[in-house]
């Protein structure tokens, strides 16, 4: 990378994209990094699932290398001037249907870390933080996770700020929508046209594109004949509801220093769920029980699961149903206590998943110049201040053997029945009915 000027096109400006472009111009000042997204970094809406009201901060892992990532982006989050006016250390509280207590807590011993957490026995737990969570629903629940160094961040406040970072540093950030990537006759990948149709070129372009990214592999397969760039199985865009409630002044004053609560269930039962503490506009978030993908034609006898068309992924059409999974959480939490609170706001929020909620970093086997960095698989958010480093190596071939094959593009990959969190329904089932006049 030190030879001649290296250039780089990063695709989609989430927490992949913002740190693998701060990362970059950091160590590599006078790079040209050019960072492309549909939406400007500070409108009031955007498809990122990295845009968001509130994310979880935790290093809370079962898996030994996310939980010495998530110590690593934890420290800058609670020490960088430049990122923790974005976290709050208000502790988790994870209802554990399996050893995943003593899994973390073993591997915070491994690893040297020092913390106030431990696994409370449920009596001793309902009692804690006034009570909070005595009414949620305990069943098949074998002990607390409490880990008081744990939190969450303002999401979409945190992203703004360190995309202006960039920006202020060298990052040019373009706004717009990627049409296909483009090749040369040896099938290098040497930039992305828009739809609008100018070229962007690069010795290096990115796809940190998140739940875009397979819809985008099919596009440039088709338009350059290079079948190989297909996703496949690797890669699945799933969508999760969530909702938010705004607490009274007296409740607020009772759920203000609340912790991030989790309900844990295995593979069998799906997906865990979460609740966030009310944010300075004293509004409540949960996330919900179903995640889904939504399978389409997007090109003639292609089918594949992506966001739907609309240039919002269609995020604020909530159906009913996905409505009812956000009072089903909210119940599970709260029970009596949050049954007459007004659920107010809802949002379909997307990204991409692999069957293992892996990473994937790594170079694009059917071309050279062209690498992936995405498949947060909803829980990359936490991993934000550090995420650039390792694509930054990955780049660089620096990356460990270890992390080289954990997030690699081609490798074997697990049964998807194996994951809670794997998309297990179809967004047309989820739908409200439509409606017929009659005439």
Partial sequence: MTSGKPSYIIIGAGVFGVS?????????????????????????????????????????????????????????????????????????????????????????????????????????????????????????????????????????????????????????????????????????????????????????????????????????????????????????????????????????????????????????????IGSLPPTDGRELKWWGQTIFKNTQEVLPGRHISMPPPEPDYAQWKVPGRLKEDIRYANNVFYGSKGANWKLEKHRICWDAFTTSSDFIISPHSASEGLYVATCGSFHGWKFFPVLGKYVLQMLEGSLSPKLAEKWAWDRERPDPSLNADWPRMEMKDLLDPVRTSKL
């Fill in 20 to 272: 693998t472009a701060y990362h970059l111009i950091k160590k590599y000042p006078d790079a040209s990094v050019t960072l492309v997204d549909r939406d400007a970094f500070d409108a009031d809406s955007r498809v990122a699932a990295s845009w968001d009201w509130n994310k979880v901060v935790r290093a809370d892992y079962d898996d030994i290398v996310y939980c010495q990532l998530g110590l690593e982006a934890q420290d800058i989050f609670k020490f960088d001037p430049l990122w923790k006016p974005y976290f709050h250390e208000t502790g988790i509280y994870w209802m554990c249907r399996s050893e995943y207590a003593q899994d973390v807590i073993d591997n915070y011993k491994k690893l040297g870390r020092n913390a106030d957490l431990s696994a409370v026995p449920i009596d001793e737990a309902r009692k804690m933080y006034g009570g909070l969570f005595d009414d949620a629903d305990y069943t098949g629940v074998k002990e607390v996770l409490v880990n008081k160094t744990s939190g969450w961040a303002a999401a979409g406040d945190c992203l703004q700020a360190i995309t202006r970072k960039a920006v202020e540093l060298g990052v040019k950030y373009v706004t717009a929508e990627i049409a296909t990537l483009q090749f040369d006759d040896r099938g290098r990948c040497y930039g992305v046209k828009t739809a609008t149709g100018e070229t962007l070129s690069a010795s290096h372009v990115i796809l940190c594109t998140g739940a875009f990214t397979p819809k985008l592999l099919e596009l440039s397969a088709e338009s350059s004949g290079l079948t190989d760039l297909r996703a496949g199985p690797r890669i699945l865009a799933g969508g999760i509801t969530e909702g938010l409630t705004q607490l009274d002044d007296k409740t607020y004053e009772r759920f203000a220093a609340m912790p991030v609560g989790v309900q844990g269930y295995t593979a069998k039962t799906g997906p865990f």
